[in-house]
């Protein structure tokens, strides 16, 4: 190719990027493989489990809500956290993961912009969609380790990552049958994204998490990842249920009482 010929083939490639790069202010924040997250949104859930723990200190019973999969649709993710709030009596919310549709650092920025400020406090679960490209590191440099257990109200919290398929990293099933090792007296909740039955629970997976929850059972387990509200019982006796995603316009409400855990499907009108 002469020299003219590459003038004229990249002229245009050239406009094209100047064009692209022309309303940003950085275009480089648009690079699919971003990790990084701003600075006030780093190490989120450093603040959120403190405010959890605050908001049911010295209650024996309290509720909370769990909802399923936001995965891009932020607006419905808002009306929602809206609705939970309003109803004045949900101490705090879970997210049961799939907070992004492709793992990008700006579906996690828009996420947590929803999600977090609000006069309630927001967890967040990692889920499949979540490890995407670099979504993984960029969920623990927004919230924090993804496997982590905390107490709030007398409760145990276990909140795991069992995503199998996009992980890149293996599931930590010994450190989760650890933490059921550890004597509690009050009621231990696990949460986590994939549900019992779903496909990547096939084999030997699946097998060892019964396993784990045979030998130690919790009060209640609740998940996201069907887009659907199911529940079912895991060997050992351990209730479960799924959230519905955030377009199905319903979140689960958790009552916990010393001796209980139940929980309601609730829509909104």
């Known amino acids: 190719m002469n020299d003219l010929c590459a003038v004229k083939w990249y002229r245009p490639v050239l406009f094209v990027i100047a064009l692209s790069m022309a309303g940003c202010s950085d275009p480089f924040d648009l690079h699919p493989w971003e990790v990084d997250v701003p600075a006030e949104l780093k190490a989120l859930h450093a603040t ?50 799939d907070l992004t549709d492709q793992g990008l650092a700006q579906e996690f920025i828009w996420y947590a912009e929803v999600a977090h400020g609000r006069s309630i406090p927001v967890l967040s679960i990692i889920g499949n969609h979540d490890h995407l490209g670099s979504g993984r590191v960029i969920f623990e440099h927004l919230f924090g380790p993804r496997d982590f257990t905390f107490q709030a109200g007398g409760v145990r919290f276990i909140c795991f990552d069992n995503v199998e398929f996009e992980n890149e990293l293996p599931v930590q099933y010994d450190e989760l049958e650890r933490q059921l090792e550890v004597p509690f007296q009050g009621p231990t909740i696990f949460l986590a994204h994939i549900f019992p039955g779903d496909v990547q629970l096939n084999g030997p997976p699946g097998q060892r998490f019964e396993e784990i929850m045979l030998s130690h059972p919790v009060n209640a387990a609740f998940m996201g990842h069907l887009h659907g509200y199911a529940v079912g019982t895991l060997p050992g006796g351990t209730p479960w249920a799924t959230a519905p995603w955030v377009r199905g316009d319903a979140f689960l409400e958790v009552s916990v009482r010393p001796d209980t855990v139940t929980h309601r499907l609730i829509s909104l009108p």
């Open 48 to 97: 959120t489990i403190p405010r959890i723990q605050g908001a049911v200190d010295g209650l024996d019973t309290f509720r909370f809500a769990v909802v399923g999969d936001p995965q891009l649709y932020y607006e419905e993710l808002d009306e929602i956290l809206d609705a939970v709030e309003a109803k004045g009596d949900i101490r705090f919310v879970i997210v049961a993961g």
